[in-house]
T-cell receptor, first 114, second 115 residues
Framework: DTAVSQTPKYLVTQMGNDKSIKCEQNLGHDTMYWYKQDSKKFLKIMFSYNNKELIINETVPNRFSPKSPDKAHLNLHINSLELGDSAVYFC?????????????FGPGTRLLVL | AQSVSQHNHHVILSEAASLELGCNYSYGGTVNLFWYVQYPGQHLQLLLKYFSGDPLVKGIKGFEAEFIKSKFSFNLRKPSVQWSDTAEYFCAVKSGYSSASKIIFGSGTRLSIRP
């Protein structure tokens, strides 16, 4: 009965490769997010989708492309991976309720670029 | 620009000590406030949240936080910590009601409890 799930949990890859991380939520939420947590634990939002539409797009390189096939899924594709992309990527979801919402986080995907 | 400050980067306490972690934000309008905890190697879990009403909010595992609007603060407290409270604690603020409003996280406070 996992609420927000991500695959894979760990991802080790070479520079220049293309990889995808998948996220699914079974909470019936309308909004999903991608966050990046760097080695200093600093957590920053990358993207947000509401009902499959992009609503927040932070200053993120074009190599990162989110895709939401339906409101329960938000995948993150990364092209031409760089060393600096190494981080933990967290997916989250929420259901805005009159402006009051709580975000629920997935377990994270630990990406290491060699 | 909106920001969240957690001034304590690393706090070390003994078991049974009292805890207070500071959180200040910069935004003059309506805010939603959160504390999340991240246990080693795990994802973020919600400890407590404030949307409106009583400024003293009680959360899980004996944690509480007090919203002081005049001080733009939302400090986290626990009267007696346990070794299992060792974790990273993040304060977060969401301004306004739009779905386009971001949640801004503080830089986190690492809490180490000595058994």
């Amino acid at each position: 009965d996992t609420a927000v799930s991500q695959t894979p949990k760990y991802l080790v890859t070479q520079m220049g490769n293309d990889k995808s991380i998948k996220c699914e939520q079974n909470l019936g939420h309308d909004t999903m997010y991608w966050y990046k947590q760097d080695s200093k634990k600093f957590l920053k939002i990358m993207f947000s989708y509401n009902n499959k539409e992009l609503i927040i797009n932070e200053t993120v390189p074009n190599r990162f492309s989110p895709k939401s096939p339906d409101k329960a899924h938000l995948n993150l594709h990364i092209n031409s991976l760089e060393l600096g992309d190494s981080a933990v990527y967290f997916c989250a979801s929420s259901r805005p309720t009159g402006g009051q919402e709580t975000q629920y986080f997935g377990p994270g995907t630990r990406l290491l670029v060699l | 620009a909106q920001s969240v400050s957690q001034h304590n980067h690393h706090v070390i306490l003994s078991e049974a000590a009292s805890l207070e972690l500071g959180c200040n934000y910069s935004y003059g309008g309506t805010v939603n406030l959160f504390w999340y905890v991240q246990y080693p190697g795990q994802h973020l879990q919600l400890l407590l949240k404030y949307f409106s009403g009583d400024p003293l909010v009680k959360g899980i595992k004996g944690f509480e936080a007090e919203f002081i609007k005049s001080k733009f603060s939302f400090n986290l407290r626990k009267p007696s910590v346990q070794w299992s409270d060792t974790a990273e604690y993040f304060c977060a603020v969401k301004s306004g009601y739009s779905s386009a409003s971001k949640i801004i996280f503080g830089s986190g406070t690492r809490l180490s409890i000595r058994p």
